[in-house]
């Protein structure tokens, strides 16, 4: 009974904008159930002439053919039409020839490589997310996910319950779908010329059309997964278009799958759907970021279809008005996720790219895409590793080459050359740069220069606070919001922190784990005790309530902050304990680092700090107030703790809860965790000291004993 004046209680929140078009979106859902309901869903190819912008002579020619029957030359038109238009996409087959020589110059092992690659997708086995080797059956599944043996129902989209276990790992079922692994096949047929790759993908794009008819499944649910589908189906089309033999006839004399009329019907479809049902009132996030992307991008590179000018304005109004509200002063994405920070940078840089190839007004982007880079280069090491703070699908916008998720020196890459900001870049062009230029390859060259230096900084509006040194030492403090809106993809980690030792990962965020299929785990890997900060009496400081809500929340405040050659100082408190403040200063110099819990009010109470240490390093405790961890390169770390006794958790049953980590969605590994707990009545302290050394020097020993 309380369901009602819940709901009543939001519509009377809602602006009249926002029941205009919810209104607006159900009577085209309405409209759309009833076609549904009288008539078996069905693809058609003739449908796709409506569609079609004839201004263009192929165009035209390919509209005709259609309307007359012969699906085969209206292929062959359009196939022409796209291997002699102008440039409209950071790829073009018309510079296939010299893109691939600049590659395999610069790269020779790319070819092996993408071969290798796109072997293995021809053979049904995907890496996707944490995933490796995954098998989808034979012809591929679309709506299964094989990691837990379920498959999504055939419904109407509205009707598919994808957050649902009965449908297994949403995740899962819509990487595949998100068709990025044509990107890979792509990459073989233009470096090594295999012939497989581009039958691979003409088998992949009919086969999905046969599994998906319009509006039916779990793959037409989200407005987001359309969009980086959609995204993935243009570079393909610019891929694969010069693999049309010139009469449409196949090697045996059979007509060839007309699949650019499937690609673009498809195509055409699917925008449609996005441009009705954008996210503006139900994920008002990265999710409304990248719908926007993809109605711009396809609206500007494909004028071919009719309705482009319109996904293109809207495209370009959204991503221009979502600047300002989820871009921080600083740089940073609202949504507190690194992981997010870098989906947002992938989408403006490919929306500055797209912009400028086509003509478009690219200062907007360009200037939202500087502040992103910025921020991304300051957070990340310097190896352009991102730690795994807040949520972390796996998922990216250009996997083309097989990168990790968590390495973004290809996106800062690809900002330092289109921003020409040289202090972006980490080293070289990576190959996935050279991608994004397309024809203008050959003139990506390394920045003259050495790149600027980054320096120590606090930003205030994200709340971070990133120490350094030049030798690769890397600690970011967070001591900001909680969240963006829902907080959806926050945790709750107020005054945790990372760090990096000589260029070393040493203490990490343990990750995301999974979303809805697994909700203990969910829960776990968002609590407070799997951040390297302090919990209270058992509590975490921010309360969960659904994958993607919080019933309470915390955010932290930074106080002092001071930078000197060599020196930082930085303080923060939050009052997710409240009445008790948990209080945190940190000083960092050179291979130290000083951290300062305090825990005020009154009463007597039990505080835990959690260490989680990258499975590189071997740890042991020496003694209750020592303990000693050996990379594998063999670099030692000591942590004194004269406060707390410390004790050593590493993934076992010992502790379902701690010595286990998440390097990417899906996978939990071990790792080592350790405690130091103190009982006391407050306010006291506990004070750990991590000393980077093969030799623990006397004063820190002192406190130890």
Not at 488 to 513: K, W
Not at 567 to 579: E, I, N
């Amino acid at each position: 009974m309380r369901a009602l004046p819940t709901r009543l209680g939001r519509v009377a929140r809602m602006t009249p904008a926002e029941i205009s078009a919810r209104v607006a979106m159900a009577v085209r859902r309405g409209a759309d159930r009833v076609v549904h309901a009288s008539r078996k869903p069905a693809w058609h190819r003739r449908d796709l002439v409506s569609a079609l912008a004839t201004d263009a002579p192929g165009v035209a020619e390919a509209a005709a053919a259609l309307d007359g029957g012969d699906d085969s030359a209206a292929h062959v038109a359009l196939s022409r039409h796209f291997a002699a238009r102008p440039r409209r996409w950071p790829i073009a087959p018309s510079g296939r020839d010299a893109l691939v020589a600049v590659i395999r110059a610069r790269f020779p092992q790319a070819a092996a490589d993408a071969t290798t690659r796109a072997r293995a997708i021809a053979d049904g086995r995907f890496d996707l997310l944490g995933y490796r080797a995954l098998e989808f059956g034979s012809p591929i599944d679309w709506h299964l996910d094989p990691v837990h043996g379920r498959v999504a129902p055939r419904r109407f989209w509205t009707d598919v319950p994808y957050l649902s276990e009965a449908c297994g790992d949403h995740k899962i079922v819509w990487e595949l779908n998100r068709h990025q692994h044509w990107l890979a096949l792509g990459r073989a047929h233009w470096l090594s010329a295999d012939r497989h790759a581009a039958a691979t993908f003409t088998d992949h794009l009919a086969g999905w059309l046969a599994a998906n008819p319009p509006l039916i499944g779990m793959n037409w649910a989200s407005m987001l997964e359309l969009a980086f589908r959609a995204i993935s189906w243009i570079w393909a089309l610019h891929f694969f278009t010069d693999a049309a033999p010139a009469s449409g006839a196949a090697a045996d004399g059979t007509r060839e799958d007309p699949w650019t009329v499937d690609l673009l019907l498809g195509l055409d479809r699917q925008l449609r759907l996005v441009e009705g049902n954008l996210s503006t009132w139900f994920s008002p996030n990265t999710h409304l970021i990248g719908e926007a992307l993809a109605l711009y991008v396809a609206g500007r590179a494909l004028p071919e279809l009719r309705r482009a000018p319109v996904w293109a304005r809207v495209g370009r109004r959204v991503l221009i008005e979502e600047i300002a509200r989820q871009i921080t002063d600083d740089g940073g994405h609202a949504e507190r996720s690194f992981h997010y920070h870098r989906y947002t940078l992938d989408f403006y840089l490919l929306a500055l790219a797209v912009a400028r190839l086509t003509g478009d007004d690219a200062a907007p982007f360009g200037e939202a895409a500087q502040r992103l880079a910025r921020f991304a280069r300051i957070v990340a090491d310097d190896r352009g590793r991102l730690a795994r703070v807040g949520d972390d699908d796996g998922g990216q916008l250009f996997p083309i080459c097989g990168r990790e998720a968590a390495d973004a020196s290809d996106s800062l890459g690809v900002a330092a050359w289109l921003l020409q900001d040289p202090s972006l870049a980490l080293g070289p062009p990576t190959e996935e740069v050279l991608w994004m230029a397309g024809e203008e390859a050959a003139s990506v060259r390394t920045p003259p220069g050495v790149p600027l230096a980054v320096r120590s900084i606090s930003l205030e509006a994200s709340g971070y606070t990133v120490c350094r040194s030049p030798r690769g030492d890397h600690l970011v403090f967070d001591a900001g919001p909680h969240g963006f809106l829902n907080g959806g993809h926050a945790h709750a980690d107020a005054l945790s922190i990372v760090l990096t030792v000589a260029g070393r990962p040493f203490l990490i965020d343990p990750g995301t784990a999974s979303y809805t299929i697994d909700r203990e785990a969910r829960d776990r890997f968002r609590s407070t005790r799997l951040h390297n900060t302090l919990t209270l009496d058992g509590r975490s400081q921010s309360t969960p309530s659904g994958s993607f809500h919080w019933a309470t929340t915390t955010a932290a405040t930074r106080g002092v902050w001071r930078s000197a050659e060599g020196l930082d100082v930085v303080d923060g408190w939050h009052d997710g304990y409240a009445p008790i403040r948990h209080a945190r200063a940190i000083t960092a110099r050179r291979g130290c680092w000083i951290v300062e819990d305090r825990v005020e009010g009154g009463g007597r109470h039990r505080a835990e700090l959690h260490w989680h240490v990258d499975p590189a390093w071997t740890v042991e405790v020496v003694d209750a107030a020592l303990a000693r961890a050996r990379h594998a390169s063999g670099a030692r770390v000591w942590i004194v703790s004269p406060d707390a006794p410390l004790e050593r958790f590493t993934g076992s049953t010992m502790s379902p809860e701690l010595g286990w980590h998440s390097p990417v969605y899906g996978v939990v590994e071990p790792c080592t965790t350790l405690r130091a707990a103190r009982e006391a009545e407050a306010p006291f302290g506990i004070r750990t000291v991590i000393v980077e050394g093969d030799d623990l020097p006397d004063e820190f020993r002192q406190r130890a004993c």
